[in-house]
């Protein structure tokens, strides 16, 4: 029987495809996990109660407005990741926040983090360029809030290559991350976990499991998101949700504070 040339031609189509598949799934690993081992700056976590921080990436507006006013009414204050090149623009979270937000997020007691100037990829940008970002940043702030600074960062889009978090492991006294896990045992300032609020779809269960999880490992859960909102991008919540996880939260028995005050509470500076 003569060999059918269509057969021959799909099942070398067929190969291509799963090698590229292959070849993705390969180097999404590799992003995902490359600097997990090197740069690291661990510190132990041995607390005697369980730490729980909120935490908003991008900062749109709605974050401040809506969120920022549900953790007042349960008497905690959370970290604002803010990007200053982009005030007041759109995002795809929403609306970015106004300097004004900055303002008052800094009045009321919350942490305002840093988020590069211009919300560079923490993987496809050289270690050089994200650095200036950093300094840009941060001379922002300084003249917005004269004698102001960033104590915490979170990496935007991705995890970082190995250069960029050597970079922010040289300003800043934590760096966080993703990967839907809390910190318990030794933890990573350079590379902190991160549980993002927006990947569960409002289902409230698995927040409430990974709150008991760290409870009973007397960890540090960090929750993350962007805008909450009646109407939420698929990078944020409703404050229906988000309310629902903040009081949970206060009901565990756990301490909730900024990302800073926790790490300055991990390593005894706290007063």
């Given amino acids: 029987m003569r060999p059918n040339p269509l057969r021959r031609a799909e099942s070398i189509e067929t190969g291509s ?3 590229r598949s292959f070849s993705w799934r390969v180097l999404g690993w590799y992003k995902r996990n490359a ?3 090197v740069y690291r700056r661990a510190v132990g976590l041995h607390l005697s109660q ?6 908003f990436d991008d900062y749109p507006q709605s974050a401040i407005r809506v969120a920022g006013t ?4 349960h008497g905690v204050r959370g970290t604002y990741y803010v990007s200053l090149g982009l005030l007041d623009t759109d995002a795809p979270a929403g609306r970015l926040c106004r300097e004004e937000d900055v303002l008052r997020t800094a009045d009321e007691g919350h942490e305002v983090g840093c988020h590069t100037y211009q919300h560079c990829h923490s993987w496809d940008t050289d270690a050089k360029t994200y650095e200036r ?3 840009r940043n941060r001379e922002a702030i300084g003249k917005m809030i004269p004698g102001a600074g960033f104590r915490s960062f979170s990496y935007p889009i991705a ?3 190995p250069s960029v978090k050597r970079v922010c492991g040289r300003h800043f006294a934590s760096s966080r991350g993703g990967g839907q896990a809390f910190n318990s045992g030794v933890a990573d300032l ?3 976990s991160a549980f993002f609020l927006e990947k569960v779809n409002g289902d409230i269960a ?7 999880r760290n409870k009973r490992a007397n960890g540090w859960l960090i929750f993350a998101t962007h805008d909450v909102s009646a109407q939420p991008s698929p990078y944020g919540c409703t404050p229906d949700f988000f309310s629902a996880v903040v009081e949970y939260a206060v009901k565990s028995g756990a301490r909730i504070l900024p990302v800073g005050n926790a790490v300055d509470l991990i390593q005894g500076k706290a007063e």
Avoid: D, G, H
């Fill in 190 to 192: 350079n590379q902190l």
């Fill in 133 to 135: 970002a950093i300094e």
């Fill in 159 to 161: 995890l970082p290559r």
């Fill in 35 to 37: 600097a997990a081992p």
């Fill in 70 to 73: 549900i953790l007042k009414n």
């Fill in 17 to 19: 495809r799963v090698k």
């Fill in 206 to 212: 698995p927040v409430r499991e990974i709150i008991e």
């Fill in 50 to 55: 369980p730490l729980i921080s909120f935490t």
